[in-house]
C-alpha cells in the first residue's frame, strides 16, 4: 500500500529518465521550503495553551514523563522534519524529544509533511504533485484540490442525486431506517373524544346524581355482551364507562357517571372531574366537585393531536421508537422506507496483519475492524471486509464485481508503485469527482463514480487514505454525506461549539482536530473562553492529544471533531464541530444516523 503524498497542486513533476524516479520541481521545492521554515519557527518557539490539561500545572523536566492529564492522555510535541519522521510516538519504545510547554492544541499542520508522506507502514516517499500521477487524472472535472467544504457539499449532492428507492417494512423491522415518503395520518388523533383522566364525566351545573352504566362489552369484534348503555339510578362502585367500548348514549343534564382514561366521553356530557377532586354524599346518591369545573377540562377532543390527512412527519425523517409509536396510532401497519446502502470495504496493502502483534515490518490492520462499524453507525448495510493487499488485478475484479451502492477502499490512493486505486479506476472508466481535499489529516482522498448517466448511475467509490486518522477524515469528508444522501436523510444542519484551546492550524488547509464536550466549571469558564464565555457551566470542546494522522488514540476518546481553517483558531472562538455516528447513540440505534 503506497504513501500518499503531502501536498497537491503546482507544476507537474518530471521524471527522471535514468532512474524511472520521479523528480520535483522548482516550485514543489519552493513550497516544500516553505512549510518546513514555517514549521521549524514553531518548533522553536513552541507555544502553551491557554489552559494545560494538566491537573497539576508544575513544570516537568527533560527526563521526567509527563503527567497523565486529566482527559487521560499524555503531552507529547511533534517532530518538525519536513520528510523525516511521522507524528509521534510511532512506537513508545523510541527516545522522546526534548520536553518543552506544549498544549491539547500543539500545531499539527505539519501534517503536511512528514505525517502524510508516511502511511501506517513508515514507508517514506518524495512529495509528488498529484495532478500527473496517472491518467485518471485527466478525467477530474477542475483537475484540482477540493476545499473541504465544497469537497463535502459535493459528496452529499452525489448521494441526493441518485433516485431514491422505495420499501415497505412492517413497523417491527422499519427502526432505524429512513421514511422514503412523508407519514400522513391515517385517521383523527384521537378518533374519538375521549377522557384523559379517570374520575367523573358530568353534564350541566353540580351537584351532580350519580349513575352507573349497565352491562359491559367492546367495539366490534368482540364476541361478548354488549354494553346497553343504559344509565341506572342506583348508586355504587361500578367500573363505568371503559375504554374501548362503544359509546354510551347521552348523558342527561345534572348526572355524573363513573369513567376511565381513554374511555369514549358520551354526548352532552361537558367535563371530566378527576377522582380526587370529587366528593361522593353516598346517602344521596350526589357527586360534589372540590373545585372549580370548567366546560371542556380534562377531555381530550377528537383530532386534537391531527385530523385524517395531516402531515405527521416529512420524507428523510429517521424512524425511531417513537416514529413507530405515532405510525401505529395513526393507522399504520408498515411504513415505505429508503433501503439501508450497501457498502463493501476493500482493504488493502500487503503491509497489514489481522492478529497478532507486529513484527518483521508488518502492522495490525486498523482500518478493516474501524471502517465496518463506523458505516453501520451511519445506517449502512456493510459486507465483511475484504484483504486484498496490493494487487492490482485483485483490487480490479473486486471493483468490477461488486453490486453495492458504495465501495470503500483504505489506502493506495496516492501515488507510489503500489497504489493501484487511481490506475484501476481509469482502466474501468471511473469517473473521478472529487481527487484530493485540502484538508489535514487525508488529503489525499478521493470519491469516483463508476458509470455516470442513466438511473443505474453508480456506485460510488471513496479512497480513503492509509494512515488511520486520515481515513477517518475521509469517512466524515466524503463517506458520511455520500450516505446521508443515498439513505434519503435531510441535509445535515451544522452546529458550532466554542473551543477552549488555541489550536495552531494549516497555512492554506482545514485542518479536523478530534476534542471532547465538557461543561465549564468556576475555574476555567470565566478563564478560557474569553469574550464567547457564557459564564459558570457553559458547554466548550476541548481539543484532545494525538491528532497525528497515524494515530487513533485521539479519536477513540472524542465525541466529534472540530473544523479548524487554516490559520487556526484563539481559546474561545466558535468552531464547527462535526458529530461522531456514536456520540448521541442509544442502545435501539441498530446503525443508524445520529
Request: net charge negative; proline share 10%; charged share 25%.
Amino acid at each position: 500500500m503506497g504513501v500518499e503524498p503531502s501536498e497537491g497542486g503546482g507544476a507537474p513533476a518530471r521524471d527522471s529518465p535514468a532512474s524511472g524516479e520521479r523528480v520535483p520541481t522548482q516550485e514543489e521545492l519552493r513550497a516544500a521550503e516553505e512549510d518546513r521554515a514555517v514549521e521549524q519557527a514553531l518548533a522553536l518557539v513552541g507555544h502553551r495553551s491557554s489552559d494545560e490539561l494538566q491537573p497539576s500545572r508544575r513544570s516537568h523536566s527533560v527526563d521526567q514523563p509527563r503527567s497523565t492529564d486529566r482527559l487521560g492522555f499524555t503531552d507529547l510535541p511533534r517532530s518538525v522534519d519536513r520528510l523525516g519522521s511521522a507524528d509521534l510516538p510511532h512506537s513508545v519504545d523510541g527516545p522522546r524529544p526534548v520536553d518543552r510547554p506544549q498544549s491539547a492544541g500543539w500545531p499539527h499542520f505539519m501534517d503536511s509533511c512528514s505525517s502524510e508522506s508516511s502511511n501506517s507502514t513508515g514507508r517514506l516517499r518524495p512529495t509528488e504533485e498529484r495532478a500527473s500521477v496517472s491518467p485518471s487524472r485527466s478525467q477530474s472535472p477542475v483537475g484540482r484540490t477540493y476545499p473541504w467544504r465544497e469537497a463535502r457539499a459535493l459528496a452529499a449532492r452525489a448521494g441526493r442525486d441518485v433516485p431514491v428507492r422505495t420499501r415497505r417494512l412492517p413497523l417491527g423491522q422499519a427502526l432505524g431506517h429512513v421514511l422514503a415518503e412523508p407519514l400522513v395520518a391515517l385517521t383523527d388523533l384521537p378518533s374519538f373524544d375521549t377522557s384523559a383522566m379517570d374520575g367523573w364525566v358530568v353534564t350541566g351545573p353540580g351537584p351532580w346524581t350519580i349513575r352507573e352504566v349497565e352491562g359491559s362489552g367492546s367495539e366490534e369484534g368482540d364476541t361478548g355482551p354488549r354494553p346497553s348503555a343504559r344509565l341506572s339510578p342506583r348508586p355504587g362502585q361500578d367500573p363505568g364507562i371503559l375504554a374501548g367500548h362503544r359509546a354510551p348514549a347521552a348523558l342527561p343534564d345534572g348526572d355524573a357517571v363513573r369513567i376511565a382514561t381513554g374511555a369514549r366521553i358520551p354526548a352532552d356530557a361537558n367535563a371530566v372531574i378527576r377522582s380526587e377532586h370529587a366528593r361522593v354524599d353516598e346517602s344521596k346518591g350526589l357527586l360534589h366537585a372540590t373545585r372549580r369545573v370548567h366546560p371542556g377540562q380534562d377531555i381530550r377532543p377528537r383530532g386534537q393531536e391531527c385530523r385524517s390527512g395531516d402531515q405527521l412527519l416529512p420524507a428523510g425523517a429517521l424512524v425511531t421508537p417513537a416514529v413507530l409509536g405515532l405510525a401505529a396510532a395513526a393507522g399504520y401497519d408498515e411504513l415505505g422506507t429508503v433501503p439501508r446502502p450497501r457498502v463493501d470495504v476493500l482493504v488493502l496493502g500487503d503491509e497489514l496483519l489481522t492478529s497478532g502483534l507486529p513484527h518483521d515490518g508488518l502492522i495490525r490492520d486498523a482500518l478493516g475492524p474501524m471502517i465496518g462499524p463506523w458505516l453501520r453507525a451511519l445506517g449502512a448495510e456493510v459486507s465483511a471486509p475484504q484483504r486484498l493487499g496490493d494487487d492490482a488485478a485483485a483490487l480490479r475484479r473486486a471493483l468490477t464485481a461488486s453490486d453495492a451502492d458504495l465501495i470503500i477502499t483504505t489506502g493506495g490512493t496516492a501515488a507510489g508503485p503500489v497504489d493501484h486505486v487511481h490506475p484501476v479506476l481509469a482502466e474501468i472508466g471511473a469517473e473521478l469527482l472529487v481527487d484530493g481535499v485540502a484538508v489535514r489529516p487525508g488529503h489525499p482522498m478521493l470519491l469516483a463514480r463508476f458509470r455516470a448517466e442513466g438511473p443505474d448511475a453508480g456506485p460510488y467509490l471513496v479512497g480513503l487514505p492509509g494512515n488511520p486518522l486520515a481515513a477517518v477524515s475521509g469517512l466524515l469528508t466524503l463517506a458520511e454525506p455520500l450516505l446521508r444522501g443515498l439513505a434519503g436523510h435531510a441535509p445535515e444542519t451544522p452546529y458550532r461549539a466554542v473551543v477552549r484551546d488555541e489550536v495552531h492550524g494549516h497555512p492554506r488547509d482545514t485542518r479536523l482536530v478530534p476534542v471532547v464536550h465538557r461543561a465549564g466549571d468556576p475555574d476555567d469558564s470565566g478563564r478560557n473562553l474569553g469574550s464567547a464565555r457564557t459564564g459558570t457551566g457553559a458547554e466548550h470542546v476541548v481539543p484532545l492529544h494525538y491528532n497525528g494522522p497515524a494515530m487513533l488514540r485521539g479519536i477513540a476518546a472524542a465525541d466529534g471533531l472540530a473544523v479548524i481553517p487554516p490559520g487556526g483558531v484563539r481559546s474561545g472562538t466558535e468552531v464547527e464541530i462535526l458529530d461522531l455516528p456514536w456520540a448521541s447513540a442509544t442502545p435501539w440505534t441498530e446503525g443508524c444516523f445520529t
